[in-house]
């Protein structure tokens, strides 16, 4: 059973995707919060594996939550799932670098929202998309080029070869599956290189290997 905590500052958004996903027979809807202090504290009394979380909210917003709840080890369990509109892009790039594992549009149908809450659960970032990948594009400054040859900066200096090029796959969107046929390895393979990096870098999820192959030049907008 995945249990769902939902934050959003609007009691009709909250109650419609509670409804929907309520109609899933393999969530719970464990909590609803009305602010992000009340998304922190909820989170630390029930524990839940995904919070979906808006990030325009009174007392204390979206990104400062997720900031707080992905930065605290004991919510090691939890992942955060950014409800939001696309017009609001640098704030989606905040909020993945708070450790937000995705987000999606408030427009998105209800089918959309539950698989999105059973991928963000069993760890597949929701950064697939040809809309995520250019709001990493648009919103990640291009850092300096490195000269050919260059050392690797330190959190990558660790990476094995094949580490380095399942790190780059993630970093354009690539799924598992799509990593495990483009090597040619299981996708279980795929998902252990994948596992192995985050624990490496230190990184959250895959939001933040993204992130990471971009802000330290091994991978640039447009590459």
Do not use: W
Not at 71 to 88: H, M, Q
Not at 139 to 163: F, K
């Amino acid at each position: 059973m995945i249990r769902v905590l939902i934050a959003d500052d609007q009691s009709l958004i909250r109650q419609a995707v509670s409804d929907i996903l309520s109609g899933d027979p393999t969530i719970e809807v464990v909590g609803q919060a009305v602010n992000g202090a009340d998304a922190i504290a909820q989170t630390a009394a029930l524990r839940p594996d995904v919070v979906l979380m808006d990030i325009r909210m009174p007392v204390t917003d979206g990104i400062a939550a997720t900031t707080e709840i992905c930065g605290d080890p004991d919510n090691a369990g939890t992942r955060v799932l950014i409800l939001t509109t696309f017009e609001e892009d640098e704030h989606v790039v905040a909020a993945l670098r708070a450790g937000a594992s995705g987000f999606l549009g408030k427009g998105a149908e209800p089918e959309e929202i539950i698989r999105a809450v059973h991928a963000i659960n069993e760890g597949d970032a929701l950064l697939s998309s040809a809309a995520t990948r250019s709001l990493i594009t648009r919103y990640i400054a291009t850092p300096p080029e490195r000269a050919p040859g260059g050392s690797l900066p330190p959190e990558l200096a660790s990476l094995t070869e094949r580490e380095h090029e399942v790190l780059l796959l993630v970093a354009r969107g690539r799924s598992n599956q799509e990593i495990a046929e483009e090597l040619v390895i299981s996708p279980h393979t795929a998902k252990t290189h994948v596992n192995r990096i985050m624990a490496k870098v230190y990184a959250h999820d895959r939001a933040q290997l993204v992130i990471l192959a971009y802000e330290s030049g091994l991978l640039v907008p447009g590459a």
